[in-house]
Every structure is written in C-alpha cells, then in structure tokens.
T-cell receptor
Framework: GENVEQHPSTLSVQEGDSAVIKCTYS??????FPWYKQELGKRPQLIID?????GEKKDQRIAVTLNKTAKHFSLHITETQPEDSAVYFC?????????????FGTGTRLLVSP | DTEVTQTPKHLVMGMTNKKSLKCEQH?????MYWYKQKAKKPPELMFV???????INESVPSRFSPECPNSSLLNLHLHALQPEDSALYLC?????????????FGPGTRLTVL
C-alpha cells in the first residue's frame, strides 16, 4: 500500500518569510495529492490539492509542486502570517482499492512568529 | 448547507458502556468516512461508505460498528471499548468515493474511555 513521509515535523518562521513542507510517496500509481491544514482543536480543512497530470498549482500565497518521477510533492507558503500557524498534513490517494482512500503524512507543525 | 456535523462533541464512557457517534451531511455526497486521530498524529482511515454500502474496513476491531442508515447519515456504534481507543473521531464526506474530490471533515467527537 501507499506510504507517505513528511518533513519537517516542526517549522518555525518569522512573519513574512516563506515556508516549505515536503512529502514523498511510495506508490507511483497515486494520482491525487491534497494538503490539509488543522488548527488546534479544529477539523482538517483542504487548502490546496494537485492531480498527477499537473506539475504546479497556485492559489494566492499557497502553491504546491509535484515531481512524479521523484515521487515527491511540496507545499510552499509565501509571506507567512501568524494565522498560518497550524499543523499541515499532506496526503496521497491510494488507488488500488478503487475508492478514495487517503494516506496522510505525519504532519508538520508550522509556527509563524510576529 | 456545506458542512459536516458531528454529535456529540465530547464523550466520556466506561469500558462496559454502549454509545454511538453521529455524523450528518446535506451536501448530497455519496461517500462518507470515519477516521480516528490520536494526539499529534494524522487521521487514520477506519471505514469508507460508498452509496450507503461499506466499501472499506481497515481491519478495525469489531467493538467499532459503523452504520449508514441513509445517504446523509453515518453512525459509529461503540461497545466494550478500551482506554487506548480514546481519540478524536472524525467523519468526512466527499461527492463520490471513486474519484478525486475534496473530503470535507466534520469537527470530530473527542472520545475518552475510562
């Protein structure tokens, strides 16, 4: 089955800096890669996703890149703000079941200091 | 209505109790999911329902019993739980389970087993 690794586990930046979180996956057949943000005590919320036929996707200050050959994808947050502080999870869809089974990375705790 | 709701928000139960968690969505989604999330860990998939049929059971112990009475409701029946089952139980839904759609998460039920 799919295995997703995520780094770093914690990331501290100053407000206005950029933050990059990296994930690798094991199953070359995986074709859908969402990123979720989970604030303390809250539900995970999708912030951006990318499909395997696209190399990069951007939404305002957030971008995701995908390298299918190397089987890794990254989340880029520019001009970070204190409200970006949260735990971020990457995920990959495991395709062999025929259903949308998401396998999550271990999470990155992002702290943005004012 | 673009939300997934869950009740109760908090639940404390003894190891001999029987209780149920409830999840509801009115977005017309045909796939619903139960996840378990321990502190500082990613969500772990437990069950997937597609068109009210159980499609994935991730080898979950029988003390957890899911039920999907209709396309809007998902229950998780709990019986004879162990203290290690204490966790945040998240429900999610997506338009379908066979394609790459956003999974919308509910706020979760925080379960404590004494």
């Amino acid at each position: 089955g799919e295995n997703v690794e995520q780094h770093p586990s914690t990331l501290s930046v100053q407000e206005g800096d950029s933050a990059v979180i990296k994930c690798t996956y094991s199953d070359s057949a995986s074709n859908y890669f969402p990123w979720y943000k989970q604030e303390l005590g809250k539900r995970p919320q999708l912030i951006i996703d990318i499909r395997s036929n696209v190399g990069e996707k951007k939404d305002q200050r957030i971008a995701v890149t995908l390298n299918k050959t190397a089987k890794h994808f990254s989340l880029h947050i520019t001009e970070t703000q204190p409200e970006d502080s949260a735990v971020y999870f990457c995920a990959a869809r495991e395709v062999n079941t025929g259903f949308q089974k998401l396998v999550f990375g271990t999470g990155t705790r992002l702290l943005v200091s004012p | 209505d673009t939300e997934v709701t869950q009740t109760p928000k908090h639940l404390v139960m003894g190891m001999t109790n029987k209780k149920s968690l409830k999840c509801e969505q009115h977005m017309g989604h045909r796939a619903m999911y139960w996840y378990k999330q321990k502190a500082k860990k990613p969500p772990e998939l437990m069950f997937v329902y597609s068109y009210e049929k159980l499609s994935i059971n991730e080898s979950v112990p029988s003390r957890f019993s899911p039920e999907c009475p209709n396309s809007s409701l998902l229950n998780l029946h709990l019986h004879a739980l162990q203290p290690e089952d204490s966790a945040l139980y998240l429900c999610a839904s997506s338009p379908s389970s066979g394609s790459d759609n956003e999974q919308f998460f509910g706020p979760g039920t925080r379960l404590t087993v004494l």
